[in-house]
């Protein structure tokens, strides 16, 4: 007979005090999403202190991600199986201490290994504190749709508000306070996660998939290595080609792992919804092209148009704006014409954003390039709490943790991809980032096409 025991999970009754539950995990949102965007501000500066090639710099920013996109599925897993808040605090905690050692870093390859500990950190505390959100309002859909609302819109300011926060701190300070900035917010969440309501539910003691995650975490770190270091190496090298053959495999052995595993990281039968692919499809695509984006456009502004770190900054607002008033806007969008639609007039104004990306030149003037920065990050705004509440509202709240980790899972590995794709279309200086931009811009607009067609046909009919 198998050993079964009983573990304490975070889910709080019918009197959960909404504030409380949203503002801690809305903090570990917050630093999880101004880390993937504030430290490209920064990259001028840091190849400047290093002495680093635009293959480093993308090193950087994917240590980071990829660490969050590879280790999310074993995260999800660990929180539906030993308690969300339990998992949520280790991971407050491991970021907390990543962000001090990327610091403190002397040296590129540190400042790399500390960005890997802190995606463990992020990969850890992510999934549970969206799982900690929908035990907590699984009951209670609309206030389960205004909570996941609020706290993808404290995410999405942060992960806006990155570029312009990031160059304040560079302007007053140096580039080092880009990271320690993160350790009061860690702190505070991890404090405040002790006052979260507690309840109790049965969980079956599980063994741990470890084949499925090593596996896993081989294949997309080869794929995502082999992309970065392409433009270096170029296709022909054997250790690049080579490589993302080999991560193909792996990718398929990954499924025939999981089909077999009694207790996989992914399991396979969360796919069997075409809705919820299409909205994997979706988080992944948003986020390869918003996060790519924003890299090649950080260096177009302080390389191309010589902007300063603070000027650089101010120029990002409106990604902030963007993503703030579309945001609060969703919830009411959702309650009442549902998710369909809220993604689909997302996307949309996803799209044109990207059009206007075609009029960046050598010398663009800033107010041409106001508008795509402004509805970019609107039309991310609008689809994404849409998206979310889809991926949590297809799946029993015991598994909300491992979905929650699927998506976010695909969609830091679509970000990976973006920067490791769009930032070896803009290797090289000034002219290549200026050529690669329309390139970006028009791959970007039919990914978005690609999937509000299959919106259409799936998501919008299923809801």
């Not at 270091?229 to 990718?251: A, C, D, V």
């Not at 508008?371 to 849409?386: I, K, R, S, T, Y």
Request: aromatic letters at 10%.
């Amino acid at each position: 007979m198998a050993l079964r025991k009983f573990i304490k999970l975070n889910i709080a009754s019918k009197h959960t005090n909404f504030g409380q539950v949203v503002t801690v995990t809305g903090l570990a949102f917050v630093v999880a999403q101004l880390d993937v965007s504030i430290v490209n501000l920064a990259l001028p500066q840091i190849a400047q202190s290093y002495h680093a090639s635009i293959t480093t710099l993308q090193w950087v920013v994917d240590a980071y991600t990829l660490a969050f996109a590879v280790l999310m599925l074993s995260a999800g897993s660990l929180s539906d199986r030993l308690g969300a808040l339990r998992i949520f605090q280790s991971g407050i905690m491991i970021f907390c201490i990543a962000s001090a050692g990327c610091g403190l870093a002397n040296s590129s390859i540190w400042l790399v290994v500390f960005r890997v500990l802190q995606g463990i950190g992020a990969a850890t505390m992510i999934p549970s504190s969206l799982a900690i959100l929908n035990q907590a309002f699984a009951h209670e859909p609309s206030t389960r749709i205004r909570a996941v609302g609020l706290w993808t819109a404290a995410g999405s300011a942060a992960l806006a508000a990155g570029p312009l926060i990031g160059g304040l701190l560079i302007h007053i300070s140096n580039w080092r306070f880009i990271f320690y900035v993160n350790i009061p917010f860690c702190l505070a969440g991890f404090l405040l996660s002790f006052k979260l309501p507690k309840g109790t539910v049965a969980v079956t003691a599980k063994k741990f998939d470890t084949a499925g995650q090593l596996i896993w975490m081989l294949a997309a770190t080869i794929l995502i290595a082999s992309i970065i270091e392409w433009h270096q190496f170029g296709i022909k090298n054997p250790f690049i080609s080579g490589g993302i053959l080999l991560s193909i495999l792996l990718m398929g052995s990954f499924i025939w792992i999981e089909k077999q595993a009694p207790n996989p990281i992914l399991p396979l039968h969360l796919f069997a919804s075409p809705s919820f692919n299409v909205l994997l499809l979706l988080g992944g695509i948003l986020n390869g092209s918003y996060y790519g984006s924003v890299f090649v456009l950080s260096l177009y502004l302080q390389n191309v148009l010589h902007y300063s770190s603070m000027s650089a900054g101010l120029a990002f607002v409106p990604l902030t704006v963007g993503f703030v008033i579309t945001n609060l806007l969703s919830g009411r969008v959702i309650n009442r014409f549902g998710i369909g639609l809220s993604i689909i007039t997302g996307l949309f104004i996803f799209a044109l954003g990207f059009t206007g990306l075609f009029l960046a030149g050598a010398n663009t003037p800033y107010w041409q390039l106001f508008l795509p920065f402004l509805l970019m990050p609107a039309g991310m705004g609008m689809a994404v709490p849409a998206m979310t509440n889809g991926i949590l509202a297809s799946v029993d709240k015991s598994l909300s943790g491992t979905a929650s980790a699927v998506l976010n899972t695909i969609r830091q590995t679509g970000g990976a991809i973006g920067v490791a794709v769009f930032g070896a279309l803009a290797a090289g200086g000034p002219a290549e980032i200026v050529s690669a931009i329309p390139v970006i811009a028009g791959v970007s607009i039919i990914l978005i096409l690609a999937t509000i067609i299959l919106s259409f046909k799936y998501v919008l009919k299923a809801n």
